[in-house]
């Protein structure tokens, strides 16, 4: 359960084009190679015991490693420092508006919000 089950804040921030683009284009890398290894397996049971799909699974691997990298240095830029790590929250990205929304969970991250004069918009999570 959320630290405050009535209530959370929501608010946006607008990310850089680059920055939208190099996690769009890992999500997408690791998407391609995930589906790739689906296709290989519905079509070719056997596969799985081939080097060319022991290939494609180290691929799909260092592309999620890569994806993972890139959300958390999108994180630490673009959630406020205050929050950084420090409270409960999520985002999410909308890659098409640049957008990246935040929700805050805690009641204290909520004030700070205040504090440093954010805009939001309360939710009620649930």
Do not use: C
């Not at 959320?2 to 690791?30: G, H, W």
């Not at 391609?32 to 060319?52: F, H, K, M």
């Not at 799909?60 to 240095?73: D, G, I, N």
């Amino acid at each position: 359960m959320y630290p405050n089950p009535t209530r959370a804040a929501l608010f946006s921030v607008i990310m850089e084009p680059e920055d939208v683009s190099l996690l769009q284009k890992a999500a997408i890398e690791t998407e391609l190679y995930t589906d790739t290894i689906a296709r290989l397996i519905g079509s070719q049971p056997d596969i799985i015991r081939q080097e060319v799909f022991s290939s494609y699974q180290d691929k799909q691997l260092a592309s999620r490693m890569a994806f993972e990298q890139q959300k958390a240095q999108m994180e630490e830029k673009y959630v406020p420092e205050f929050l950084y790590g420090k409270f409960h929250y999520d985002w999410n990205i909308t890659y098409a508006t640049r957008l990246m929304t935040i929700t805050v969970y805690d009641a204290s991250g909520i004030e700070l919000l205040k504090k440093h004069h954010i805009s939001f918009a309360t939710v009620y999570p649930g």
